[in-house]
Structures are given as structure tokens and as C-alpha cells.
């Protein structure tokens, strides 16, 4: 089931006028609209004042840039071409949405996912020959890689991350400890 551009339109609107969308894909009779509450931090407000402040156009831009196409739609049936082919028109939608949730706290629909299996070659009809990915919802995804793109750069800048970290880092590849070892 994918869903139109009026009704994403639609469904900004509602967020934006504080109704959550009408989203029963929690299973197990849970609250899908529930709106989790933003999390205080253990910093002074004046060390995270990089993480906090109001997300911009240029920070979805870069994101966008970063998305890869072809992948599957998560329960909202949106495919990362809807937000692709339609340039920037949907940033300043998404930059207000972004803020909101950033403001106020997140849906907790917006962290459910689907379960796909994916072949990974060999036997079709053995089991082992599978793996699982969760694909979630694509503005979670855009949300959370504007965050953690934000967090990334704080956790460096104040030499937070271990030395020998590789994995997700910029420029840092896991092969570069093999010659550590």
C-alpha cells in the first residue's frame, strides 16, 4: 500500500495541528499514536546547544543527498523516490515536521518497522540462506540520520568517541584496525 502525495500533505497537516494520524500497524492492540516524550540530557544545556538547536534546510538537504534508491517502503508505504524525485519541495514541510518532533517528542509509530527477508544466495528453500532487515518508516529514517549526522559531529569535536572506534565513523573504516592487531 503506498501512500499519495495529497495524503502525505494531509498527514503533515494533521501532525502539525497536533492530531496524530490514524496508524494501527502497532499490532498487539498497541497505541501506535502515542507520542513519546523528548528525553532530557545529562549535559549542561550550553555543551549540547549543537544538538538542540531548530534543524535546517541544509542539514535534510545533505541528507537526502545520502539516500540510496531501490530500497523498501516501510508501513507508511513510502519509497525513498517519493521524497527523491520531488527535489526540495517537501523540505521546508519536512524541516517543520523535523522541528516539531524535535521540540515536542516523536510518534511511536515513527519507530516501527517491517520485517523483510532477504535472500543471500544459495538454496532458495533453506532457511539459513535468508537474513532479516526492519524497514522502517523513511521519515524516521531521514530524521534519525540528521540526528545522529548532529551527534556524530558533537561526540568528535569533544574527543567522546574511543580511539579505536571505526564503525560509523567519517573517513574510519573497521579494516583500518587490522593494523593494530
Known amino acids: 500500500m503506498a501512500i499519495s502525495k495529497a495524503d502525505l500533505v494531509v498527514g503533515f497537516q494533521k501532525l502539525l495541528e497536533g492530531q496524530c494520524p490514524n496508524n494501527t500497524a502497532g499490532g498487539r492492540g498497541s497505541s501506535t499514536n502515542q507520542v513519546v516524550p523528548s528525553l532530557s540530557h545529562p549535559f549542561a544545556s550550553d555543551d549540547c546547544s549543537t544538538l538542540n538547536y531548530d534543524i535546517t534546510l541544509d542539514e535534510i538537504a545533505q541528507v537526502m543527498r545520502r539516500l540510496k534508491r531501490n530500497k523498501f517502503a516501510g508501513l507508511d508505504g513510502i519509497k525513498v523516490e517519493f521524497l527523491l524525485d520531488d527535489g526540495d519541495m517537501l523540505h521546508v514541510p519536512l524541516q517543520i515536521v523535523f522541528n516539531k518532533l524535535l521540540q515536542q517528542g516523536y510518534l511511536a509509530s515513527l519507530s516501527s518497522g517491517v520485517i523483510h527477508a532477504l535472500h543471500k544466495g544459495g538454496d532458495a528453500l533453506q532457511f539459513k540462506n535468508y537474513r ?50
Do not use: H
Request: no cysteine; proline share 2%.
Open 132 to 181: 532479516g532487515i526492519i524497514v522502517g518508516p523513511i521519515l524516521a529514517k531521514v530524521f534519525a540520520m540528521i540526528l545522529e549526522a548532529r551527534l556524530s559531529s558533537w561526540a568528535q569535536e569533544r574527543g567522546l568517541q574511543a580511539r579505536g572506534q571505526a564503525g560509523f565513523r567519517k573517513d574510519f573504516r573497521t579494516t583500518d584496525n587490522l593494523y593494530i592487531l
